[in-house]
T-cell receptor
Framework: DAGVIQSPRHEVTEMGQEVTLRCKPI?????LFWYRQTMMRGLELLIY????????DSGMPEDRFSAKMPNASFSTLKIQPSEPRDSAVYFC?????????????FGPGTRLTVL | AQRVTQPEKLLSVFKGAPVELKCNYS??????LFWYVQYSRQRLQLLLR??SRESIKGFTADLNKGETSFHLKKPFAQEEDSAMYYC??????????FGKGTKLTVNP
């Protein structure tokens, strides 16, 4: 298994543009998490899904951010319009969910730069 | 509210020296605590969890509910231990709350 797959690995865009980040979780994992990492705030949970259903989106910073999980093998995080303060590394993680303490497996991250 | 504090952004030790990475938490219930590690150019991965009471790569961590701490310790640091270390707390759901991380450098 290749683990959690994220694309693109790097994204540079201009302020105001739409950005879409993609994630493929590990097959068989029921939970999918989106995190954002910045120097100032560290690693923050944005939203997580269970069986493709959003469970907690309280970490989504504002309406410019949206996330979907149309099926068990794909999720997107969209920022529209993007702003320079959105520059960060965005991680996707997945877990089996059989127990609450199941390990979360992280993807390599997408480094987003908004100019 | 759930909060994790890692007071040291940077920690530098010499090879063979003991190392302790501090983690304090705030949570009103009974938490699950974890340490995650990110080696250079690798993914963030689980190092250990308190519920397993295990030692991984020589590291141990004891949950001290009285002091609300979960410090990570290793008696003899190795150069390959150099990495970013994140303490994380899980409360009443699947959410993980991470500290801001400590960058450990083990010098030869």
């Amino acid at each position: 298994d290749a683990g959690v797959i994220q694309s693109p690995r790097h994204e540079v865009t201009e302020m105001g543009q739409e950005v879409t980040l993609r994630c493929k979780p590990i097959s068989g994992h029921d939970y999918l998490f989106w995190y954002r990492q910045t120097m100032m705030r560290g690693l923050e949970l944005l939203i997580y899904f269970n069986n493709n259903v959003p469970i907690d989106d309280s970490g989504m910073p504002e309406d410019r951010f949206s996330a979907k999980m149309p099926n068990a093998s794909f999720s997107t995080l969209k920022i529209q319009p993007s702003e320079p303060r959105d520059s960060a590394v965005y991680f996707c993680a997945s877990s089996r969910g059989e127990r609450r303490t199941d390990t979360q497996y992280f993807g390599p991250g997408t480094r987003l730069t908004v100019l | 509210a759930q909060r994790v504090t890692q007071p040291e952004k940077l920690l530098s030790v010499f090879k063979g020296a003991p190392v302790e990475l501090k983690c304090n938490y705030s949570y009103s219930g009974s938490p699950e605590l974890f340490w995650y590690v990110q080696y250079s150019r690798q993914r963030l991965q689980l190092l250990l969890r308190h519920i397993s009471r295990e030692s991984i790569k020589g590291f141990t961590a004891d949950l001290n509910k009285g002091e609300t701490s979960f410090h990570l310790k290793k008696p003899f640091a190795q150069e390959e231990d150099s990495a970013m270390y994140y303490c994380a707390l899980q409360g009443g759901s699947e959410k993980l709350v991470f500290g801001k991380g400590t960058k450990l450098t083990v010098n030869p």
